[in-house]
């Protein structure tokens, strides 16, 4: 079946650095892609989507690019601050219309 | 738009006892999903529905874990009898357009059963 594969957490940050979060997965279909963030005792939201390959999603600084050839929607942002320090995770909607998430990766973002 | 609400916030029972968990979604999402979040498991998809009627509920650990959606502004999870490893946060999301467009959760359901 469907499935996304994310980098393992946590990653630990200083405040300003690049931040990169791996993510790849494997559908038979064409699958929309998102990030969600999940802050501490909240739950999730929606950060960016993209729908077909080539689009690029982006929300408050961050960034994703559906890659069809590498199968991956890595989620970046050039200069991470404190409040981003959350955990992140990458999803796909499968030929059913369910989404399916990775396993999350925890940001920790130091001052 | 107040956004998918869930309540209780949060649940303390005890082994054995009923509980049931309310969701109202967004007016206008036709599709609304239940899941819940613990440390070992991650997120898990426990059923949808489409339109108020139940699609897909393989996701529902056993017997005891019932859900319902009598009109498209309601839905409840309910578990009886509940037992401790049910503690988990359970999350109600909606979404329009069969999901293409992303999901809205809710703030969640913290349960303890203790």
């Known amino acids: 079946g469907d499935s996304v594969t994310q980098m393992e957490g946590p990653v630990t940050l200083s405040e300003e650095a690049f931040l990169t979060i791996n993510c790849t997965y494997t559908a038979t279909g064409y699958p929309s892609l998102f990030w969600y963030v999940q802050y501490p005792g909240e739950g999730l939201q929606l950060l960016l989507k993209?729908?077909?390959?080539?689009d690029k999603g982006s929300n408050k600084g961050f960034e994703a690019t559906y890659r069809k050839e590498t199968t991956s929607f890595h989620l970046e942002k050039g200069s991470v601050q404190v409040s981003d320090s959350a955990v992140y995770f990458c999803a796909l909607t499968d030929s059913s219309y369910k989404l399916i998430f990775g396993s999350g990766t925890r940001l920790l973002v130091r001052p | 738009d107040a956004g998918v609400i869930q309540s209780p916030r949060h649940e303390v029972t005890e082994m054995g006892q009923e509980v049931t968990l309310r969701c109202k979604p967004i007016s206008g999402h036709n599709s609304l999903f239940w899941y819940r979040q613990t440390m070992m498991r991650g997120l898990e998809l426990l059923i949808y529905f489409n339109n108020n009627v139940p699609i897909d509920d393989s996701g529902m650990p056993e017997d005891r874990f019932s859900a319902k959606m009598p009109n498209a502004s309601f839905s409840t999870l309910k578990i009886q009898p509940s037992e401790p490893r049910d503690s988990a946060v359970y999350f109600c999301?909606?979404?329009?357009?069969?999901?293409?467009?992303?999901?809205?959760f809710g703030s969640g359901t913290r349960l303890t059963v203790v």
């Open positions: 993209a729908t077909k390959a080539d």
């Open positions: 999301a909606s979404s329009s357009r069969f999901g293409n467009y992303g999901y809205t």
